[in-house]
């Protein structure tokens, strides 16, 4: 999948969120605020639904179906650390069309949750594999391949997304995306900020610490309009 680097300088300062506390395991299926802290309540208040983090979308069973699918094919790669546009760092990737029953369920339910009914969506799904020491560098997905939706399950490890503006790198948010969870990019989330995956010793989600293991991501996304 074709990515637009972009390198940002962060300002951070103390984070902000919708309610007073945080939480690491939430209701099945839900989205949960207590997972998204930023730089301003103004902003999280201004992105409201165009950033979803849904806990516990899939079950240990499915994420079972989906290891089962990639695994063969994902171990015949080797994990690369140098990414043609610098944006990638310790991964490796595979786009897949064709599932079981078991898996095109789950898929199902993940576009029905992340796309507007009639959406045209792309049709490979992306497989992104990322080994521990791996990360995501700040980018933005290409406006020439993909529309105004980014859907990715996370299976393997919990990890931090961190989103900033692309023209105003002191707005900011942290996505804490449990393992097993669904996240959503909507509309000014994917197009004007910059998204990335911490690097285990960056991954700390307001002030405590979350372990990276090997992460692999199953991303869903719409056409350009």
């Not at 900011?172 to 010793?201: C, G, M, V």
């Amino acid at each position: 999948m074709t990515l637009l680097l972009t390198a940002v300088k962060r300002l951070h300062g103390p984070a902000v969120s919708t309610r007073a506390r945080r939480c690491l395991s939430c209701s099945h299926g839900s989205s949960d605020a207590a997972l998204i802290v930023g730089s301003s309540r103004e902003l999280l208040q201004r992105l409201g639904s165009q950033v979803e983090v849904r806990t516990g979308f899939i079950t240990e069973e499915e994420e079972g179906a989906f290891l089962r699918e990639l695994e063969p094919g994902l171990k015949k790669k080797r994990y690369e650390f140098d990414h043609w546009d610098d944006a990638i760092h310790g991964y490796r990737e595979t786009e897949r069309v064709r599932w079981g029953p078991a898996c095109e369920e789950i898929l199902t339910r993940v576009r029905s949750a992340a796309f507007t009914e009639g959406s045209p969506l792309l049709g490979p799904v992306h497989i992104l594999d990322l080994d521990k020491t791996g990360y995501i560098k700040p980018h933005i997905d290409s406006i020439k391949f993909c529309g105004s939706t980014i859907a990715g399950l996370s299976l393997l490890s919990d990890s931090i997304m961190r989103l900033v503006k692309e023209d105003a790198t002191s707005e900011w948010l942290d996505l804490l995306l449990p393992r097993r969870s669904l996240y959503i990019l909507r509309n000014q989330a994917r197009y004007n900020f910059t998204h990335e995956i911490l690097k285990d010793e960056e991954s700390v989600f307001n002030g405590q610490k979350v372990a990276r293991q090997r992460r692999i991501s199953v991303i869903c996304r719409n056409l350009p309009a």
